[in-house]
């Protein structure tokens, strides 16, 4: 058991979805939250990252920061999401331990499973398959995070753990077509298409994908749970345990913003994987489970987006 009261934790990407959710769910830690914007703080700067750990010594650090973004963000810009991901994250993990942080939690992403895991897809599938090519940028990065994490453990006795959450949204996040993920896209355009009078809304691809999705605040909620809790080699799937199709999905985002209007295909867009469910199993078996339905998250993230809460484009992870 970690106690988090009396800490100082930085929570890195606090200006990101997760990591603003991460803010929020430690005002009840009784901890003081270290946060550095990037005007401040250039994580891609080793001596940067280095100097602002000696100075501020963090006791524990919740890695969220990340350059993120949909399928077809991830395809276009393969040199910024491995680049970027894998120097933050290298330098985060480093400084933490030069300067001897406690624990330190990083944050990965269902993506670094092979695209034809078996589902849902247990934590020991990863490396054993390809990637999914329309984000393997992202993942490659993503699993040198998690094997930083446990080589600084196996060489130098770090507590250094990894979670990898499924699809997540929520409060803050990016509601810009191009580089969004499904759920913002979806939420945006039935409620454009409603404003407009529109006849249609266009989804990507053919529908039949399946996800799987979790509030962030649901996140936010187990990754303060792992934190005082898990201490291990292995990263531990942060999911809800359901998946749904990319149709439903539309189905029930059109129901909860009020669209009533036809759904039609754009076909030359990517499908990506074919499904990507987690097994909740491990995260379950340490007394952890999700609190907000679907449709209720998707209910709050509506209220979000109307209230104009939109998150910086890239921080904070997938
Ligand atoms: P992925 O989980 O890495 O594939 O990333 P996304 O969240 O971007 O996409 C999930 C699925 O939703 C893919 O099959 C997309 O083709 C599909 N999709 C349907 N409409 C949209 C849209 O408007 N934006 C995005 N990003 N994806 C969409």
Redesign the pocket.
């Known amino acids: 058991m970690y106690a988090l009261t009396g800490k100082k934790v930085w929570v890195a990407g606090h200006r990101g979805m997760v990591g603003a959710a991460i803010v929020r769910r430690l005002a009840i830690e009784g901890c003081t939250v270290l946060t550095a914007t990037r005007a401040e703080l250039d994580l891609t700067r080793q001596d940067a990252v280095e100097a602002w750990m000696q100075k501020n010594r963090p006791d524990a650090v919740f890695l969220a920061a990340a350059k993120v973004g949909?399928?077809?963000a991830?395809d276009t810009y393969p040199a910024d999401f491995l680049y970027d991901n894998l120097i933050l994250e290298a330098n985060i993990i480093q400084a933490a331990h030069k300067v001897g942080v406690e624990k330190l939690l990083f944050l990965g992403s269902s993506?670094i499973y092979p695209k034809f895991a078996d589902q849902p897809i247990t934590e020991d599938a990863l490396l054993t398959g390809s990637l999914?090519p329309?984000?393997e940028w992202y993942a490659i990065a993503k699993i040198a995070g998690i094997k930083l994490c446990q080589a600084f453990r196996r060489q130098h006795g770090r507590d250094f753990i990894s979670a990898m959450p499924t699809?997540l949204y929520g409060p803050g996040d990016n509601f810009d077509?191009k580089s969004?993920?499904?759920?913002p896209?979806?939420i945006r355009?039935a409620h454009d298409a409603k404003a407009a009078g529109a006849s249609e809304i266009?989804?990507?691809?053919t529908?039949t994908?399946r996800?799987e999705f979790l509030h962030v605040d649901d996140c936010a909620d187990a990754l303060v749970h792992l934190m005082k809790t898990y201490s291990d080699d292995s990263h531990v799937n942060v999911g809800s345990g359901e998946d749904i199709t990319?149709l439903d999905l539309?189905k029930l985002v059109c129901e909860v913003v009020g669209f009533t209007g036809k759904i039609v295909h754009?076909l030359s867009?990517?499908?990506?994987?074919p499904r990507?469910l987690m097994s909740a199993a491990k995260l379950r078996s340490m007394g952890w489970s999700p609190k907000i339905a679907l449709k209720d998250g998707v209910a709050s993230a509506y209220a979000s987006f109307l209230a104009g809460e939109f998150a910086e484009r890239s921080q904070g992870a997938a």
């Open positions: 949909g399928i077809l991830n993506c999914e329309t984000n699809n077509l969004s993920h499904v759920m896209a979806l355009k266009t989804v990507w691809g529908g994908p996800r990319i539309t754009d867009k990517p499908d990506g994987t990507k």
